[in-house]
Nanobody, 121 residues
């Protein structure tokens, strides 16, 4: 059993920044990967960033590389996504996820309910 609760979504101007948080509970995450997916209208959910909970290895999709930073705070079982230089095309529902393989979208088994991020142009 894993419960994931996102927070931090909202409205932001293009070029601005936003930080998403995901509080995880239910089991130890020592053997888990965590990540942030996003889904825009008419598009499939995509893995924007992933992290290995134990090793801190990270993955970023090319479109966010250099602008987004994924991190985790182990003691709080909390995942973060720092989003800088936001673009209108970043408008999407962002989902926190947990699974086994941080860089493989198919490796995620649990998802939060999502938080809306809207970037105005």
């Amino acid at each position: 059993q894993v419960q994931l609760v996102e927070s931090g979504g909202g409205l932001v101007q293009a070029g601005g920044s936003l930080r998403l948080s995901c509080a995880a509970s239910g089991r130890t995450f020592s053997g888990y990967a965590m990540g942030w997916f996003r889904q825009a209208p008419g598009k499939e959910r995509e893995l924007a960033a992933g992290i290995s909970w134990s090793t801190d290895n990270t993955y970023y999709t090319d479109s966010v590389k250099g602008r987004f930073t994924i991190s985790r705070e182990i003691a709080k079982n909390t995942l973060y996504l720092q989003m800088n230089s936001l673009k209108p095309e970043g408008t999407a529902v962002y989902y926190c996820a947990a699974g086994r393989f941080y860089s493989d979208s198919n490796g995620y088994n649990y998802w939060g309910q999502g938080t809306q991020v809207t970037v105005s142009s």
